[in-house]
């Protein structure tokens, strides 16, 4: 079964950091980019960036360019998302998702990692 | 930044009725133009991609069309299983963006 499991939910204070991961299994993970999407309580979706996870290659959002980078490690077919410094509007769900090959659209979404930030 | 707007913002339909879901993009995505489907408490679920295709599983009763600026999600017989908030995302020079939603509701 194709999947993407993601870790388990955070309660952290604000300026502390954090990586949250997701893991991909049943595919190849080296041949399609992961997302990551945020969903602020009772909003939206929102675009966050993308890797690439056989090179590395990274692309952000520009909302989100500079407040928290992306990185994967293709040895155990798992991508991060991470903050050095978490403020309190990082509260969110956080989602990542497969980018089709040939579906050119994010196929394959994870469970979700509910990141609370409160003092 | 593409700009993705959807409307209606909230949609009140009946069972067994037809919905029309529009997207309008601030400039041409071409047919790059995925729908999704989330109810609470879920992830996302992919619908339909490149403008008219149904994703893997997707029932029949749900369709795309459009190309350019303007993109419909129709479902022709409403279930209730599809009462969920709807989302339109496009991908422009690696970039991606979503609608702000649609939410169906049950009249």
């Known amino acids: 079964e194709v999947q993407l499991v993601q870790s388990g939910a955070e309660v952290k204070k604000p300026g502390e950091s954090l990586k949250i991961s997701c893991k991909g299994s049943?595919?190849?993970?080296?041949?399609?980019?992961i997302v990551w999407v945020r969903q602020m309580p009772g909003k939206g979706l929102e675009w966050m960036g993308i890797i690439s996870p056989g090179d590395s290659e990274t692309r952000y959002s520009p909302s989100f360019q500079g407040q928290v980078t992306i990185s994967a490690d293709k040895s155990i077919n798992t991508a991060y998302l991470q903050w050095s410094r978490l403020e309190a509007s990082d509260t969110a769900m956080y989602y990542c998702?497969?980018?089709?090959?040939?579906?050119?659209?994010?196929?394959?979404w994870g469970q979700g990692t509910m990141v609370t930030v409160s003092s | 930044e593409i700009v993705l707007t959807q409307s209606p913002a909230t949609l009140s339909l009946s069972p067994g009725e037809r919905a029309t879901l529009s997207c309008r993009a601030s400039q041409s995505v071409s047919s790059y133009l995925a729908w999704y489907q989330q109810k609470p408490g879920q992830a996302p679920r992919l619908l339909i991609f490149d403008a008219s295709n149904r994703a893997t599983g997707i029932p029949a009763r749900f369709s795309g069309s459009g190309s350019g600026t303007d993109f419909t999600l129709t479902i022709s017989s409403l279930e209730p299983e599809d009462f969920a908030v709807y989302y339109c995302q496009q991908r422009s020079n690696w970039q991606y963006t979503f609608g702000q939603g649609t939410k169906l509701e049950i009249k």
């Open positions: 049943g595919y190849s993970f080296t041949i399609y980019r």
């Open positions: 998702a497969r980018l089709g090959e040939f579906v050119r659209a994010f196929d394959i």
